[in-house]
């Protein structure tokens, strides 16, 4: 049975609401620009590859991170330089620093399906399986395929690296972006740590506020944070004068799309998500429902829950139960509230900012389309 909140955001994105409609039409017209400068890049990059191997990477690559995807990182970037004022005459290089931050998100990708033992990513076999066809008769090296996922995903941090510094924007204002491209992924990388240590646990605890940390650190500052912060310096704006206002909009924000993705990566739907809704209960994920799940829980309850949770090789069955228990405990409509109120909470901080009035529309409606985003 589908949840009220889950039947909502189905429809929300069936029938999007009017400062949905605007962000997503703002979504329509970059979108495709991203991609334009994403696919420019890879095919100057393949032409100039100095072997056949490399040119073959670099064409998966490329058909990898042009996967259909929100491009969501990328678009609050754009939104923030336009709603900070920023010179229109720049905005194709703007665009080139922009699709740098969508490779870095499919570096991550990378990475994190390699972590998780993820098979599927955005409708298509995972990077590391790419690879694993593509290499596995050449040697006896049976990890081939995550080996080469690894350090092509270097690869694209480098290429993001390329794509900004080969932009014609302004000195100290490309020092400045970088100063926050390279907080910006190393307190993602502490986030994806901590994650790691956080998954498959031995125990579960009343208290624990893991998920909430994993969500700040690997999500909230990642997705929208940052993104606003760099569009504002692009902008030529100050980041100190901005980044306390940035910071109530942006990470109630980002918590929420990580809440989102939580609830959706249990109870969702395998084709909306372009990834199997077992996934997260399989790998033992530490969301923010199997912590909700152990608070509300009675002891009993708790060690019953604990004890399947935690178990390796669980069953269909076993996934079966653990969803009912996170329903049947209320964990999943307290997840859903929490949703709520920081998208709430997020709104409420949208007159805050020093943006002009488009800027603060489009984040508004970035607010209203979050619930259709994955």
Known sequence: MRSAALQTMKETKENPTPQARRFNRFAEKYSPR?????????????????????AVIVNDLAEYCLRPGKRLRPLVLIAAYRGYGGDASSLREILAIASSLELM?????VQDDIID???????????????????????????IGSDVALVAADVLFCDALRLILG?????????????????????????????????????????????????LMKTAYYTVYYPLLMGCVLAGVSPARERRAIGRFALPLGHAFQV???ILGVFGDKIEMGKSADSDIMEGKKTVLVQNTIELLDA???????????????????????RAVMRESGALAAAEEMHRRLIGQAVRAVPSLGMNAEGMDLLIGLCAAIGELK
């Open 300 to 322: 009993g309850g708790r060690k019953r829950f604990e004890t399947l949770f935690t178990k390796p090789g669980k069953t269909k069955a076993d996934i079966a139960r653990i």
């Open 260 to 262: 989102r993705d939580d």
């Open 167 to 215: 932009a014609k924007i302004d000195g100290a204002a490309k020092e400045s972006f970088l100063g926050l491209f390279a907080r910006a992924y190393e307190r993602t990388a502490w986030g994806q740590i901590l994650d790691i240590i956080n998954t498959r646990p031995l125990a579960l605890r009343t208290g624990d506020t893991a998920a909430r940390e994993i969500g």
């Open 34 to 54: 991203i991609d334009l400068s994403i696919e420019k890049y890879f095919a100057g990059k393949k032409k100039d590859a100095g072997h056949a191997f490399m």
């Open 117 to 143: 033992r993820s098979s599927v990513r955005r409708g298509g076999d995972a990077f590391h399986l790419l690879m694993q066809r593509r290499f596995a008769g050449l040697t006896r090296n049976p990890g």
């Open 105 to 109: 998100h499919s570096f991550l990708l």
